[in-house]
């Protein structure tokens, strides 16, 4: 039987999330580009961080092929361009392209919420200023089955904006257009990237993360490409970025706060199948 450190480890065997099951939730719809995110988006570099502590990764971008249902739920850039024949028409003719649609994104929907069903546990990354439903479909169902969810919440700032403020601030009608454009979309930042409060208390306050820790020395790569995140982290170092996280969570479980107690106590919401590589499963100590 294989020995385990004090920290929970296998000696031997790799770290915690040897084999552990993760989900990537987030927004995919209406990001700023469905390629540039399928191509060099978070879920890109969590997902390579995760597979070298030998993590299995489930990213809703490169969905596991289903077994004698072949393309089952797969998505890829342009999957959200047949929402455009969606209609509200009140006839047989509406009511069939509905079907046809609501039909064709089920799948989409299934594999999905099968992946978080399958999962240990979640990763999702939810900037306040970026519609998603399925996201909070995903974390609510997760946290309905006590699995933890990892919470990354980043600041939202417009620099832009607010750069084309004080560029139209001589502007009279200009600087009013502006405002109006800031109502209608709206545009509201959130600079220190509080999380709603609804998320609060489903997820549990040591589950979020303000950024990802992308720039820090000991986790930039080769072949990353600069995005939007590089920037953001760079304005504003995260506090508690998630991927110094990982790797303590490859070392040791983590804790939560018990507000009875005034301490951390033990998380037993992180549930971690101890499974050796040939299925079969570590008993524990003691038994046979």
């Known amino acids: 039987m294989t020995k ?4 929970g480890s296998q000696r031997g065997g790799g770290g915690l999330l040897r084999g552990a099951r993760v989900y990537l939730s987030g927004p995919m719809d209406f990001v ?13 570099r969590v997902g390579a961080v995760l597979r070298d502590f030998g993590a299995v990764v489930f990213d ?9 249902l072949h393309g089952y739920g797969q998505e890829g850039i342009d999957t959200a361009a047949a929402r455009a024949a969606w209609t509200f028409e009140d006839s047989p003719a509406g009511a069939r392209t509905r079907a046809k ?4 994104y089920w799948e ?15 990763i999702a990354h939810c900037p306040t200023n970026i519609y998603s439903v399925g996201t909070v479909h995903e974390i609510a169902l997760c946290r309905l ?8 919440s980043p600041p939202v700032e417009f620099p832009t904006y607010d750069a084309l403020c004080k560029h139209l601030a001589d502007d009279r009608v200009g600087k009013k257009l502006l405002e109006r454009l800031r109502d209608e979309l709206p545009i509201k930042p959130n600079e220190r990237g509080i999380p709603s409060l609804w998320y609060m208390p489903l ?13 820090f020395p000991q986790y930039r790569r080769r072949g990353w490409q600069e995005t939007a995140l590089d920037k953001r982290e760079r304005r504003r170092r995260p506090i508690r970025p998630l991927l110094p996280f990982l790797e303590q969570l490859n070392r040791r479980l983590p804790e939560k706060w018990d507000n009875r107690l005034k301490r951390y106590v033990r998380n037993d919401d992180w549930l971690l199948w101890n499974i050796r590589k040939d299925g079969t499963i570590e008993e524990p100590h003691g038994e046979r």
């Open 60 to 68: 809703p971008w490169n969905k596991p092929e289903v077994r004698g």
């Open 203 to 215: 997820v549990g306050g040591e589950g979020f993360f303000d950024g990802f820790g992308f720039n």
């Open 101 to 104: 649609l609501t039909g064709h």
């Open 108 to 122: 989409t929907l299934h594999i999905d919420l099968r992946m978080v069903d399958t999962a240990d546990f979640v």
């Open 4 to 7: 385990k450190a004090k920290d």
């Open 32 to 44: 700023a580009s469905r390629a540039e995110e399928k191509k060099n988006g978070w879920r890109t």
């Open 145 to 152: 089955e006590r699995k933890p969810v990892l919470f990354v």
